[in-house]
Structure formats: structure tokens, C-alpha cells
């Protein structure tokens, strides 16, 4: 299914991104810029596809979440190894990443989405509600495009560097206080959650 090639594809296209980061000549360094854009940009255009072509499944559901973590993660942990952000902030990515996903592993098992299985009015507002996940989304993008302009600018000399990975630096703390915020909530109610029995004619 194309959707599906789409979601894949982002990950060789992420592998390249990641090389050009790291590769010690500036051309290389301002390629990646856009690069990064359509890696997050194709995010988008695999959802709206599978939705155009009635492509959307479980696999593809899985795909994209899968895909998302490794593009999310990666990028993370590459600026903190390029000394443009505090390692702080890759570490409580992966741990919240890690402890949320395990929770929303039982899903299925409730008949549920992963966004789903919020109880309360304010956490499927802080989990699952379109402000939330909009801001949470933007705020990334832009740390990600920032923090690699302001990488290349550097690496090039230009001035403007300074400014651009200030700004840079100032969303990445604001993109994990909402990563935070998204994340608590779950992990707040999982001990009501995990102690539900199963549906055993879901999944």
C-alpha cells in the first residue's frame, strides 16, 4: 500500500538526514535542513493518503507510531551528541516514551485506541485532544528545523547562528513540558487502567 510505503520510507530518508548532521561539510549540514522537513512533513501525507485510498489498517496504524518514535527519539539523541541541546531532554523523551507506550500496549485488549483508554475529562484533554497534540507537534517541528538551521548556520560561520539555536533551545524545553504534560496523565491513571480484566472478545 502506498501509505504504508510512505510511513517506511521516512526512515532511510531519516538515516540520511542523520549522516548529513554529523558530516563535517557545510553543504551537507544545509541539506539536511529540508531533509528533516519532509521526514517530519511525510508524518501528514501518509495519514492523508491512507485516508484518499482507504489504505488505513492496524499495520499502518503501527507503522506510523513506530515511525514517529524512531524519528522523534532519533533526532533527540543526535542534537544532544551535536552539544545543541541538554542530554536532559532525549533521556525523559525516551523514559516518558518507554513507560506511556507500555501502558497503551494494552489497548487492544480494552477494545480501544491508545488515546482511548483516557478516563478522566482532563486527561483526554492533555492526552488526546486536537490543541494539545497540535501544539505538542508544532512545538517539535520547529525545535527539529531550528536546532539543524542553526547547526549548518554555525557551521558556516553565519552570525545569525546564535539567535536561531537560542530559540532553538527555548522550544526544545517547551516541546518536553508538553511532552510531560501528555504523558502524566497516562501514567496516572494506568494503576486503574491495568487493573481492569481484559475484554476477551477484543483484539
Not at 167 to 172: F, G, H, K, Q, T
Request: some cysteine; overall charge positive; hydrophobic content about 55%.
Amino acid at each position: 500500500m502506498l501509505a504504508n510505503w510512505l510511513t517506511i520510507s521516512r526512515i532511510p530518508l531519516l538515516g540520511i538526514a542523520l549522516y548529513l548532521l554529523a558530516w563535517p561539510p557545510i553543504t551537507g549540514r544545509m541539506i539536511a535542513v529540508p531533509l528533516i522537513v519532509v521526514v517530519i512533513l511525510l508524518d501528514t501525507v501518509d495519514g492523508i493518503v491512507a485516508r484518499a485510498r482507504g489504505e488505513t489498517s492496524l499495520l499502518g496504524s503501527v507503522l506510523d507510531i513506530a515511525t514517529d518514535r524512531a524519528v522523534e527519539y532519533a533526532l533527540w539523541v543526535m542534537f544532544a551528541w551535536l552539544d545543541l541541546i541538554s542530554p536532559v531532554i532525549p533521556l525523559v523523551v525516551l523514559v516518558r516514551g518507554s513507560l506511556v507506550d507500555a501502558v497503551r500496549s494494552v489497548a487492544p485488549s480494552r477494545g480501544k485506541t491508545p488515546l482511548g483508554l483516557m478516563q478522566t475529562p482532563l486527561g483526554r484533554f492533555l492526552v488526546g485532544s486536537p490543541w494539545m497534540r497540535t501544539s505538542y507537534s508544532i512545538a517539535k517541528f520547529s525545535a527539529f528545523v531550528l536546532l539543524a538551521l542553526g547547526h549548518a548556520f554555525r557551521s558556516a560561520g553565519y552570525v545569525t547562528w546564535t539567535p536561531i539555536l537560542a530559540a532553538a533551545r527555548v522550544i526544545s524545553w517547551i516541546a518536553l513540558v508538553l511532552c510531560l504534560v501528555r504523558g502524566i496523565p497516562v501514567l496516572l491513571e494506568a494503576p486503574t487502567l491495568l487493573q481492569e480484566p481484559a475484554d476477551p472478545s477484543a483484539g
